[in-house]
């Protein structure tokens, strides 16, 4: 069975704002995939889902059949695991899709992480963000993406 180590951040500059994704996927052997994408102005929050949405895609694409997720993010997390409700509409249509992506696995696993094991995703995310930003600055309008990959 092909297990992935899948990390992810999102990172919004102003809340909303320009805002990235960073998503690190391993295996036994290593770094399989980096994501790093700009996704236009959004909350932190969004980001997040979108993050993770993101490996989600990844990992199925990989033929992934058991899933390690870790993030930061304490609301996903929570929001995840059914701690905390999901008042946000934007939120609730992401998770959805999160619930519906997660169902492609035969096991998932989800952990809180320190913000400090995360580093890496969270470069990611900042560079996408960054990246767009001087685009920008030249007069070249930063891309978006759709959730559709």
Known sequence: MRQLEIYIDGASKGNPGPAGVGVIICDGNGIVKNISDYIGNTTNNIAEYTALIYGLQEALLLKAEGININTDSQLVYRQLKREYRIKDENLLRLYLQVVKLISGFKSVSLRHIPRK???????????????????NKSGIKPETCSLKR
């Open 117 to 135: 094991d995360n580093r890496g995703a969270d470069k990611l995310a900042t560079l996408a963000i960054k990246q767009a930003l001087k685009k």
